[in-house]
């Protein structure tokens, strides 16, 4: 059963950074792309950006260029995001998810959504 | 970026009644399109993909149906264990933005 754990919950002072990781445990991580999502309190869901390891691709919501960075390692199945410059409205919990993709050659495209979840971490960004 | 819009933004409705969400693509995204239930304090999860297609483990009162801007989620025959918030999602171009949420709520 395949499972995306988080690291733990973060506390941080506007200003700063944080790094998010999402480990990947009993299933294949090079067939699938891994989202970040965020939902602030009491409001919708928010997409980030992702990242394709076996291909390195990353994309990002334009609102996060410049602020977002999402990583992977594929030696130990884990992807990260680091968002700088944290504000307070960057409190939020974070997910990362998978979904798989379907290489066409000279594109990709993703069609079998967000499969499986991360338990998510909260950050809260607070002077 | 393409804008996703729900409705309604929230519903009442009794156990075994029938429910019909919509999403509207502010462009077309083909079948691109994925529903989400989310319970208060966990991750979502994920109902349908491309549109139509029901996901492993999902009961088979919910259905998917569209293609292009307009989508609907229906559940056939409300369960206690549905009352929740659902969201879309197009996953036809970055970013995958999602719709506002539908909170379903027993009347």
């Known amino acids: 059963q395949v499972q995306l754990v988080q690291s733990g919950a973060e506390v941080k002072k506007p200003g700063s950074s944080v790094k998010v990781s999402c480990t990947a445990s009993?299933?294949?991580?090079?067939?699938?792309?891994f989202s970040w999502v965020r939902q602030a309190p009491g409001q919708g869901l928010e997409w980030v950006g992702r990242?394709?390891?076996?291909?390195?691709?990353?994309n990002y919501a334009q609102k996060f260029q410049g602020r977002v960075t999402i990583t992977a390692d594929k030696s130990t199945s884990t992807a990260f995001m680091e968002l700088s410059s944290l504000r307070s409205e960057d409190t939020a919990v974070y997910y990362c998810?998978?979904?798989?993709?379907?290489?066409?050659?000279?594109?990709?495209?993703?069609?079998?959504?967000?499969?499986?979840w991360g338990q998510g971490t909260t950050v809260t960004v607070s002077s | 970026d393409i804008q996703m819009t729900q409705s309604p933004s929230s519903l009442s409705a009794s156990v075994g009644d029938r429910v019909t969400i919509t999403c509207r693509a502010s462009?077309?995204?083909?079948?691109?399109l994925n529903w989400y239930q989310q319970k208060p304090g966990k991750a979502p999860n994920l109902l349908m993909y491309?549109?139509?297609s029901l996901q492993s483990g999902v009961p088979s009162r919910f259905s998917g149906s569209g293609s292009g801007t307009d989508f609907t989620l229906t559940i056939s025959s409300l369960q206690p264990e549905d009352f929740a918030t659902y969201f879309c999602?197009?996953?036809?171009?970055?970013?995958?933005?999602f719709g506002q949420g539908t909170k379903l709520e027993i009347k």
């Open positions: 998810a998978r979904e798989m993709f379907v290489d066409h050659g000279t594109y990709y495209t993703f069609y079998y959504g967000l499969d499986v």
């Open positions: 009993g299933g294949t991580f090079s067939r699938y792309s």
């Open positions: 990242i394709i390891p076996v291909l390195n691709i990353t």
């Open positions: 462009q077309t995204i083909s079948n691109y």
């Open positions: 491309g549109a139509s």
């Open positions: 999602q197009q996953s036809y171009t970055t970013p995958h933005t």
